[in-house]
């Protein structure tokens, strides 16, 4: 089945510091690739959407110029957490959308980043 | 505003029984469902889907059911197993490749 592997799966970093996620498919190729937050009990909150080769679209409240995504590739999209802060601690997940018509997305395993 | 709504948060079922996760959407120009089993810590998991030319589609102990005109979608589990205690979420999509997610219901198997 189609495999979505994210790294680092745990991070802990000080404040002021950036972090990178990465998000890989590892069997099929994704134009499009989604961040996701997600905080204690509540669902997924979409962050951003990553399109190969162009510039991501985020979603209304999440700061661009704080969460750099760049998707270089049809296998890799990754998250930078600029400056973090202790409030940016939460659980992100990215998840890819295989090329072809009605596929389902893919998530990766999640990061749990905290920020001292 | 919330186009997919999941109105339970949470659901507990008698291990071998018939759990029943409901799902309404807003939406009528979704034409694709999902369902995804999550569990803490960890990424969803795909479950099942359904194009909108179906009502049904079964896949060992999943069953997933559309009613278009209801603009409501269910999951049933059956027989339940305590192994599917998970945060379950519904999703749907159309045209493009947006993807909208209900707030999820946790289900609990009791043994």
């Known amino acids: 089945g189609a495999v979505v592997s994210q790294h680092p799966s745990r991070v802990i970093c000080k404040s002021g510091t950036s972090v990178k996620i990465e998000c890989r498919s590892l069997d099929f190729q994704a134009t499009t690739m989604f961040w996701y937050r997600q905080f204690p009990k509540q669902s997924l909150m979409l962050m951003a959407t990553s399109n190969e080769g162009s510039k991501a679209t985020y979603e209304q409240g999440v700061e661009k110029d704080k969460f750099l995504i760049n998707h270089a590739s049809l296998t890799l999209s990754t998250l930078t957490v600029t400056s973090a802060h202790p409030e940016d601690s939460s659980f992100y997940i990215c998840?890819?959308?295989?090329?072809?018509?009605?596929?389902?997305?893919?998530f990766g395993n999640g990061t749990r980043l905290t920020v001292t | 505003d919330q186009q997919v709504k999941q109105n339970s948060p949470s659901l507990s079922v008698q291990e071998g029984r018939i759990s029943i996760l409901n799902c309404d959407y807003t939406?009528?120009?979704?034409?694709?469902f999902l369902w995804y089993k999550k569990y803490p810590a960890e990424g969803p998991t795909f479950l099942i889907s359904i194009s909108s030319i179906k009502d049904k589609n079964e896949d060992g102990r999943f069953t997933v059911f559309l009613n278009k005109s209801a603009k409501h979608l269910s999951l049933h589990i059956v027989p339940s197993q305590p192994g599917d205690s998970a945060v379950y979420f519904c999703a749907a999509s159309g045209s493009g490749n947006q993807f909208y997610f209900g707030t999820g219901t946790s289900l609990t198997v009791i043994p």
């Open positions: 998840s890819a959308l295989p090329l072809g018509f009605l596929s389902p997305l893919h």
């Open positions: 939406n009528s120009m979704f034409d694709y």
